[in-house]
């Protein structure tokens, strides 16, 4: 579609992202995760291994990953990733070594990805 200030051409803009989102939600499988640290650590961990198996971005049958941003942020931000982007994403930072243990008794392994570091998100050609 070509560029027009018209309001019918914003309005034909915000209905596509509207299907989009009905799209997200009412036809794919969503692993939703409610992040408390996202505001005091910076980052945005995705758990690959628990007690030694795989886990977590390896295991998930979900289409999209929801992250709730909670505490600081108060649930008032949410992010929703493709989930085969988000294992690209999550592999590129794993190679750089932004791993950490975590969970009960440091049982967890996760890979760290800055949330300042949001635009990694974004594929360019």
Same mark, same amino acid.
Request: proline letters at 2%; charged letters at 35%; zero cysteines.
């Given at each position: 579609?070509?560029?027009?200030?018209?309001?019918?051409?914003?309005?034909?803009?915000?209905r596509?992202g509207?299907?989009?989102?009905?799209?997200?939600?009412?036809?794919?499988?969503?692993?939703?995760?409610?992040?408390?640290?996202?505001?005091?650590?910076?980052?945005?961990?995705?758990?690959? =291994?628990?007690r030694? *198996?795989p886990? /977590?971005?390896?295991? &998930?049958e979900?289409?999209?990953?929801?992250? +709730?941003?909670?505490?600081?942020?108060?649930?008032?931000?949410?992010?929703?990733?493709?989930?085969?982007r988000?294992?690209?994403?999550a592999?590129?930072?794993?190679? =750089?070594?932004?791993? *950490?243990?975590m /969970?009960?008794?440091? &049982?967890?392994?996760a890979?760290?990805?800055? +949330?300042?570091?949001?635009?990694?998100?974004a594929?360019?050609?």
């Amino acid at each position: 579609m070509d560029y027009n200030s018209d309001f019918r051409y914003d309005l034909e803009i915000g209905r596509e992202g509207e299907r989009i989102v009905h799209e997200i939600f009412a036809n794919k499988k969503l692993e939703v995760k409610r992040d408390s640290w996202i505001g005091r650590t910076g980052n945005i961990a995705i758990e690959f =291994k628990s007690r030694n *198996k795989p886990s /977590g971005i390896v295991t &998930t049958e979900a289409d999209y990953w929801v992250f +709730i941003f909670s505490k600081e942020y108060q649930d008032k931000v949410i992010l929703i990733v493709e989930t085969q982007r988000l294992k690209d994403v999550a592999r590129e930072y794993a190679k =750089k070594g932004s791993i *950490k243990e975590m /969970g009960d008794d440091n &049982t967890s392994m996760a890979v760290l990805i800055p +949330i300042k570091e949001i635009s990694k998100f974004a594929i360019y050609d």
